[in-house]
T-cell receptor, first 112, second 111 residues
Framework: EPEVTQTPSHQVTQMGQEVILRCVPI?????FYWYRQILGQKVEFLVS????????KSEIFDDQFSVERPDGSNFTLKIRSTKLEDSAMYFC??????????FGPGTRLTVL | QKEVEQDPGPLSVPEGAIVSLNCTYS??????FMWYRQYSRKGPELLMY????GNKEDGRFTAQVDKSSKYISLFIRDSQPSDSATYLC???????????FGAGTTVTVRA
């Protein structure tokens, strides 16, 4: 069964460093998303991406964040200068012709 | 006001019991409703997806939507210890592609 994959599973970084989180969406899906979940809190929408551009972004997704689809299979989230409060699980999701969003296993980001 | 509110639980039931989970939402524009299951430190797994009022069944799971009262429910019949997880409700506006999640209800099914 096709699934969304994410790498790395755990990323530890120093405050102020740049991180890139990687995702491979389900192959025939056209819509891609990033969500985050701070420990003990609810899953929050960050950004949606379609046709090589951002469709919608939340207020969390400020200038420190960017997304890219560098090739036909990968979808990345970059955080330019990480802050302590960026520590969270980051989930990639994708959807096809229906609104059903399928999530990856997540990347746990720890900012020290 | 939170867009999607969910009973926080936690909920503990004996094996074989019916698990009943509920959410309410405030935004009348929400048209699509999902239930996800999330095991500890894992990604949400889509269980049920519906867009109309009424019931939808899939095996031991039944999703119920009442748009008039902005209430969504998930029922798990014949619960198993493997159903122990956090259950998340989520809603989406038409053509919005942005899910609004509830806080999640943690369920433990005791063997």
């Amino acid at each position: 069964e096709p699934e969304v994959t994410q790498t790395p599973s755990h990323q530890v970084t120093q405050m102020g460093q740049e991180v890139i989180l990687r995702c491979v969406p389900i192959s025939n899906h056209l819509y891609f998303y990033w969500y985050r979940q701070i420990l003990g809190q609810k899953v929050e929408f960050l950004v949606s991406f379609y046709n090589n551009e951002i469709s919608e972004k939340s207020e969390i997704f400020d200038d420190q964040f960017s997304v890219e689809r560098p090739d036909g299979s990968n979808f990345t989230l970059k955080i330019r200068s990480t802050k302590l409060e960026d520590s969270a699980m980051y989930f990639c999701a994708s959807s096809g012709e229906t609104n059903e969003q399928f999530f990856g296993p997540g990347t746990r980001l720890t900012v020290l | 006001q939170k867009e999607v509110e969910q009973d926080p639980g936690p909920l503990s039931v004996p094996e074989g019991a019916i698990v009943s989970l509920n959410c309410t939402y405030s935004n009348s524009a929400f048209q699509y409703f999902m239930w996800y299951r999330q095991y500890s430190r894992k990604g949400p797994e889509l269980l049920m997806y519906t867009y109309s009022s009424g019931n939808k069944e899939d095996g031991r799971f039944t999703a119920q939507v009442d748009k008039s009262s902005k209430y969504i429910s998930l029922f798990i019949r014949d619960s198993q210890p493997s159903d122990s997880a956090t259950y998340l409700c989520a809603s989406e506006r038409s053509n919005d592609y942005k899910l609004s999640f509830g806080a999640g209800t943690t369920v433990t099914v005791r063997a």
